[in-house]
Each structure stands twice: as structure tokens, then as C-alpha cells.
């Protein structure tokens, strides 16, 4: 009867429609691909803006090493001046001398140091400045279980070296333990406590001395700073690049095969 040929070319005609939308027979593209633009979208966008960041990033590394080679290129300055007015920051990566006495008796070993790729510590020994002010001398590396000379003279020295601001404690460095006199970064607080000396917030990485084999090694302060962020936002935008090809080429398929049905 006629309401149940309705009824029946309904669904019949349902289904066709769901076949050629959701790739049936004959059919490629699945239905959600018309959605594909609303994610695509949102991940370009995503790549283009980390591709800009490295682009920043890299301008901001070419800067700092640039300041960096003006202030080594600069004349040395003395440390006894420090503090007359000009910020910390001035003072990072200046080449500087000091003249005191070390007491070596206070000296503390940062752990966990390289040189050449070979495992070692860094000696870090108060310096008594002439006005009774402290700094902490970086003087060098060790290789490990390096002792040092019973008897060390107390007469004034003068050290040449880099200004350094210390770094603040990395992700994955390990805790200090000033009980057990175990120093893993140079947190200046706590070595305060720990040698009853009020140290200046820098200290000052020795250079290397005239007998480049004589322990401590000098010389360990890190200019050469790893600048890979065009490789990076060559690899933001490639990627881009690659996500939009790729989509409008299949997109373009897409909108083909519905434009000739």
C-alpha cells in the first residue's frame, strides 16, 4: 500500500545518504572530515607562534652574547670598588681583580664539575679583601679526591678572573647539604652560614693560571653559550609549512569529490 512504500524508501533513502557521507561504497572521505578545519586551525596557529618565539629567543642569545664580548673586552675592574652605586647586574661576566688574603681553611668543594670531560669539583675559597669584605674565589677544578697542600700561605694575593652572578639552583641539581659539606650549587646564604663570612652577592671565577696544568685549573667560567634556536623556528615553521600542504591538498581532494557528486 502507498504509506508503506513510504515508509520503506525512507530508510532506504537514509541510508544512502549516510553511505555517500560517512565513506561507504565507492566513497574516500569519511564524514568528520569537514571538522578537519576547526582542528588544523588551532595547531597552525600553534607552530607559527613557537617558530616566532625561537625567533625571539634568538635575537635575545645573539644580544646577550654580543653584551657579554663587550664586557670581557672592557678593562678589568677592582673588586674593592664594588658596591659604590652600580646594580649587580653591571657587573656580571666584567673581567675584575681582587687583592686579599684566602683563607683556605674555609675553602667548601662544589661537586659535580667537568673539565675536558673528566669528572671533578670546583674549589671555592673566601677571599679577606682589605676592608675586611668577602668574596668567594672560584680558583678552579679538581679531578676527584684531590687534596690539598697541608700548608698553605695566608700572604696577600692578587686574583684576576670573571665576575659571575652565581645561577640559582637548576631543575635537576641536587639539594646542598651544608652538614655534610656537600655543595652542588653556589648558594651564597648558606655558605654564609656556613664559613661565618658575609660575602658579596658575585663572586669571581679565577683565570687560568701561567702553569695551565697546576691544580686548581682556572679558567672555568662558560661564554660559549649553545645558540640552536634558528634550527628551532626553522623546525616550528617547517612544520607549519607541512601541516598546510598536506591539508589543503587532502581538503582539496575532499571538496573535488562533493563538488562532482
Known amino acids: 500500500s502507498p504509506p508503506l512504500q513510504t515508509r520503506i524508501a525512507w530508510p532506504l533513502s537514509r541510508e544512502v545518504s549516510f553511505m555517500s557521507e560517512t565513506g561507504g561504497d565507492g566513497e574516500v572521505f569519511p564524514r568528520r572530515v ?49 658596591g659604590n652605586g652600580d646594580p649587580v647586574e653591571s657587573w656580571n661576566y666584567r673581567r675584575g681583580t681582587a687583592t686579599g688574603r684566602l683563607l683556605h681553611h674555609k675553602s667548601v668543594i662544589l661537586l659535580a664539575r667537568t673539565y675536558k670531560k673528566h669528572a671533578g669539583a670546583h674549589v671555592l675559597t673566601p677571599l679577606i679583601l682589605s676592608d675586611r669584605k668577602a668574596i668567594l674565589v672560584n680558583r678552579g677544578w ?45 648558594d651564597l646564604v648558606d655558605l654564609s652560614l656556613a664559613t661565618g663570612l658575609d660575602f658579596f652577592p658575585i663572586i669571581l671565577e679565577a683565570a687560568l693560571g ?31 609549512a607541512v601541516l598546510m600542504v598536506s591539508f589543503g591538498v587532502y581538503y582539496g581532494r575532499y571538496l573535488s569529490e562533493r563538488r562532482g557528486r
Open 34 to 82: 569537514r571538522w578537519m578545519p576547526l582542528f588544523v586551525a588551532p595547531a597552525f596557529i600553534v607552530l607559527i607562534v613557537l617558530g616566532a618565539w625561537q625567533v625571539d629567543r634568538l635575537s635575545w642569545k645573539e644580544q646577550l652574547l654580543a653584551d657579554i664580548q663587550v664586557r670581557l673586552s672592557d678593562p678589568a675592574v677592582k673588586l674593592s670598588d664594588f
Open 142 to 186: 679538581v679531578p676527584p679526591g684531590h687534596a690539598a697542600p697541608e700548608f698553605l700561605s695566608d700572604a696577600p694575593v692578587t686574583i684576576e678572573g670573571i665576575i659571575r652572578i652565581p645561577r640559582n639552583q637548576g631543575l635537576f641539581t641536587p639539594n646542598n647539604d651544608p652538614l655534610s659539606g656537600q655543595w652542588y650549587w653556589v
Open 210 to 240: 701561567p702553569d695551565p696544568a697546576a691544580l686548581p685549573i682556572g679558567g672555568q667560567t662558560l661564554v660559549d653559550f649553545p645558540n640552536n634556536h634558528l634550527q628551532y623556528a626553522i623546525t616550528w615553521f617547517g612544520l607549519a
